[in-house]
């Protein structure tokens, strides 16, 4: 500490003026990874795009894309899923500053970028919640407020917020032309990524404890991190250091995606992830110091005797080569895991005469972070980066409105919330085969949880409509506390009647599953309710026929089993007739 | 006592760049040969791309030097020496001091990373190959279409640099031109008209436009 004292005087005078990047991150391939894995098992965000009849490999706007070799050499081939991991790799852009770069300090190689959006990235949970904070020198913004759109945001700052998510959203369904939606439908994940870094990031003890580790002007930017840099290894399964073999595969799995209150709580509060990773894991800059009294940390405990010690024998891999068994003293920290209620153990620090890498002796032992600390906190955050990632998608998708079509070709919307309101306006879209689309009618509406509109009469279109129309709907406006909220799904749409023809009616005929809504547990397979609907007006596919499949409600799955006509005034029998309400309860 | 407590320690061996910001680095070239993991016997025409990658402030950040070589008859590949070479004091990752790329079409592309050598620290200004005069060995490749575009994937667009800059790019555009022009030699093989070839092809595409002319528009 003294000879890092020293270093700041010294320094502190020339960096007075200079902002400067004080924050790694986790590194591309290992945000790649995390989101990658959060994409999949998003159900919210599957649940739209096959809402909206988009296929997770279509592809939208990928002339805009950054190319290979400025991306961390990921290939952005355009799917929903590879702009989130776009966004996710962008969120560590930083400005040139040529005054560092003989201080040691690594140049930029993103695309030029007008603010070094990594000082945003930290969040001191235990030191009343800021950012990254060295007086005179620099200073950022929360990494949950960045994140947020609460600080920051603004044409020439952060315009990859949450808000700016919402708002591409919006322009993704309601844009005129296919070029508009699809650069829109881009932003919308690139932003997406954008905000779940900022999460991950969290899941890093050194963003959560005020450890800055730039490797850049080391007194003060501090030590590059081993963790990271480690870690990275496991993404890319490539050797570290001097380890003779390939670093184990991250573990990604295993923590499924919460579900909380707000956005902010994933981040603080008490199942936030910052929380989390702050009061129960030491970072190498904060590590476990009584004398310094753990940087005035709180948590974990700042004394030896509150964790359970152990002597262990690990691998360690002299700088002469090869591998010997070395002696660890390891302090394991029994910790309770806020969201699953779990207990959960990790090796949060180490004391022994091996350094960080467990390379070199030391005369004396020292506290250290190594690899097997490494280790043990890497199976415990990268899942939850995950699951908290996977978490805040489902929260920002979670809106599920829909709409169906009445016999007489009105529209009845539904709000397919369990326990939210949505109120706002509704728009009706009608698409012709070009691609370009209009609106067809808009309401403003406020639908109880699982509750639906009156049927309301809406601009039809002619008879027998060309093949590739299609029709949405979209909602913009409040759903439960959560403003501008934006959703939409694939509708039928409305046609006007065809004249009676010689040969009778046409009629579709779907075999539909019901599931029904139980309070406090799943229904059983045996519970689920199979019933026949017989319609004429019909959900129209992309070449105007019958749908293949269609869901009047979200509890509802109906799939076309007979098309055919029937004499004029006959109807099918056996079949309901009627338009499928949210609270449908079958007889019996 | 304050005199000592400043001497950089044993592990800082280079005082210049540790302390002065003067960093240098350089390889004394060396040689392997390449063989059949199978047969044993040496392959003629891999290709070997190899870049000697620096640490960043945000990770891996681009190479200082890159040379590619093909390996003939013999299955020798040969690299020069370089150097000496400025650049910056967060020195050169580990293990990627050089980062070796070999591709053949039918077998799998392989990333050989440095096995350094005692005392190497990040800013040692003489970076010696581990495996100089030793052979190293390529598996067949065995699978689908689909793996085999993984493969390529990986020999043009090899995860370990990190983010480079563009002017580090384009500084070694020949070396990654000779690799982009022997991956797309092999699309041209796959079966057209399938996405997966299409999508890599496309890309490919581009990135060797940036290769050719600094630019992709």
Same mark, same amino acid.
């Given at each position: ?29 290992t ?15 599957n649940?739209?795009?096959q ?13 805009m894309?950054?190319e290979?070799?400025?991306l ?13 991991i ?24 993103n ?6 959006r ?8 235990q ?7 060295i ?29 700016d ?19 829109d ?16 990031d ?14 850049c ?10 963790y990271?840099?480690?870690i ?9 250091r001097t ?5 184990s ?22 199942k ?5 990773s ?32 152990l002597n ?22 029994r910790?309770? /895991?806020? #969201?699953t $209620?779990? =207990?959960?153990?990790?090796? @949060?620090? *180490? ?7 467990? +390379?070199?002796?030391?005369l ?38 829909g ?20 109120q ?47 029709c949405?709907?979209v ?8 403003? /501008?909220? #934006?959703? $939409?799904? =694939?509708?039928?749409?409305? @046609?006007? *009647?065809?004249?009676p023809?010689?040969?009778?009616? +046409? ?25 026949t ?7 129209v596919d ?9 869901t009047?409600?979200?509890r509802?799955?109906?799939?076309l ?9 006959q ?13 449908f309860?079958?007889?019996? | ?6 001497v ?13 910001f ?42 200082l030097?890159?040379q ?26 580990l ?9 053949k079409?039918?077998y ?21 190959f ?23 994937r990986k ?10 800059s ?52």
């Amino acid at each position: 500490m003294k000879h890092r004292r020293w270093h700041i005087a010294l320094f502190i005078g020339a960096l007075s003026t200079m902002s400067m990047e004080m924050s790694d991150a986790y590194q591309f391939r290992t945000h790649g990874a995390i989101t990658e894995e959060a994409f999949r098992v998003s159900r919210g965000v599957n649940d739209y795009l096959q809402g909206l009849g988009i296929n997770s490999r279509d592809r939208f706007a990928r002339a805009m894309r950054t190319e290979p070799p400025f991306l961390a050499f990921f290939d952005n081939n355009g799917t929903p899923s590879d702009w989130m991991i776009e966004g996710v790799i962008r969120e560590d852009d930083y400005t040139h500053r040529p005054l560092l770069t003989p201080l040691g300090c690594a140049p930029p190689s993103n695309p030029p970028s007008q603010i070094n959006r990594p000082l945003n990235h930290f969040l001191d949970v235990q030191r009343g919640g800021g950012g990254m904070h060295i007086p005179f020198i620099v200073s950022g913004y929360p990494a949950n407020d960045w994140a947020l759109g609460k600080q920051g945001r603004s044409s020439a700052g952060n315009e990859y917020s949450l808000p700016d998510a919402r708002h591409y959203q919006f322009l993704s369904l309601m844009g005129p032309s296919i070029d508009e939606r699809h650069r829109d439908t881009a932003l919308l994940f690139r932003a997406l990524g954008h905000v779940i870094h900022l999460l991950q990031d969290v899941a890093q003890p050194q963003h959560t404890r005020q450890d800055p580790h730039s490797g850049c002007v080391e007194p003060i930017g501090g030590h590059s991190s081993w963790y990271e840099k480690y870690i990275e290894t496991r993404a890319l399964t490539e050797t570290f250091r001097t380890r003779g073999r390939v670093s184990s595969a991250l573990r990604l799995d295993g923590y499924p995606p919460p579900k909380l209150a707000t956005y902010e709580a994933y981040w603080t509060g008490f199942k936030g992830l910052a929380d989390f990773s702050s009061r129960n894991f030491f970072s190498v800059g904060t590590n476990l110091d009584v004398e310094l009294g753990c940087f005035g940390l709180p948590a974990p405990p700042c004394r030896p005797d509150a964790y359970e010690v152990l002597n262990q024998i690990v691998d360690v891999f002299p700088v002469g080569g090869g591998i010997r068994a070395g002696r660890v003293r390891v302090f394991w920290h029994r910790m309770v /895991d806020p #969201v699953t $209620g779990g =207990l959960v153990s990790a090796q @949060v620090t *180490s004391r022994s005469l091996w350094d960080q890498h467990l +390379e070199r002796e030391n005369l004396f032992p020292i506290f250290t972070l190594n690899t097997v600390n490494y280790d043990s906190a890497a199976d415990i955050l990268i899942p939850r980066a995950v699951g908290y990632s996977a978490g805040l998608l489902d929260r920002f998708f979670r809106a599920k409105i829909g709409a169906g079509v009445d016999e007489d070709q009105r529209f009845i919307f539904h709000n397919g919330s369990t326990d939210e309101i949505a109120q706002g306006f509704f728009f009706v879209l009608h698409e012709n085969p070009q691609g370009v689309r209009e609106q067809l009618a808009s309401f403003v509406l406020a639908l109880p949880p699982e509750g639906q509109s009156a049927p309301l009469a809406v601009r039809k279109l002619p008879p027998n409509p060309p093949p590739g129309t299609r029709c949405w709907v979209v909602f913009q406006g409040t759903l439960g506390e959560e403003r /501008d909220v #934006v959703a $939409g799904s =694939l509708a039928g749409c409305p @046609v006007e *009647s065809s004249p009676p023809s010689s040969e009778g009616s +046409e009629w579709a005929v779907y075999t539909c599953l019901f599931i029904p809504s139980i309070p406090d547990r799943p229904p059983s397979p045996d519970e689920y309710v199979y019933y026949t609907y017989a319609t004429q007006a019909w959900i129209v596919d992309q070449d105007g026929n019958p749908a293949f499949s269609m869901t009047p409600n979200w509890r509802t799955q109906c799939w076309l089993s007979a098309r055919g006509f029937l004499p004029d005034g006959q109807t099918p029998t056996n079949a309901r007739l009627d338009f499928i309400p949210a609270d449908f309860v079958p007889p019996g | 006592v304050a005199t000592l407590l400043l001497v950089p320690g044993p592990a800082a061996a280079e005082v210049m760049c540790d302390w002065f910001f003067r960093c240098l680095y350089e390889s004394p070239g060396f040689r392997f040969r390449v063989v059949d993991s199978e047969t044993k016997q040496p392959l003629a025409d891999v290709h070997a791309l190899a870049e000697w990658v620096l640490e960043g402030s945000h990770g891996r950040n681009g190479p200082l030097m890159v040379q590619d070589a093909a390996s003939g008859a013999d299955g020798w590949l040969r690299f020069s020496a370089w150097g000496p070479t400025h650049g910056p004091r967060t020195g050169l990752v580990l293990n990627l001091d050089p980062a070796i790329t070999l591709f053949k079409p039918g077998y799998k592309t392989r990333l050989l990373q440095n096995a350094y050598p005692p005392e190497t620290t990040e800013t040692t200004r003489l970076r010696r190959f581990g495996e100089d005069g030793k052979d190293t060995a390529l598996e067949p490749f065995r699978g689908t279409p689909a793996e085999w575009i993984e493969q390529l994937r990986k020999a043009v667009y090899p995860a370990t640099l990190g983010r480079p800059s563009e002017e580090q790019l384009l500084q070694f555009r020949s070396s990654y031109l000779k690799r982009a022009h022997r991956v797309r030699a092999e699309v041209g093989r796959l079966p057209q008209g399938w996405r997966d070839v299409e999508d890599f092809s496309w890309s490919l595409g581009r990135t060797i436009t940036f290769y050719e002319s600094g630019s992709v528009r």
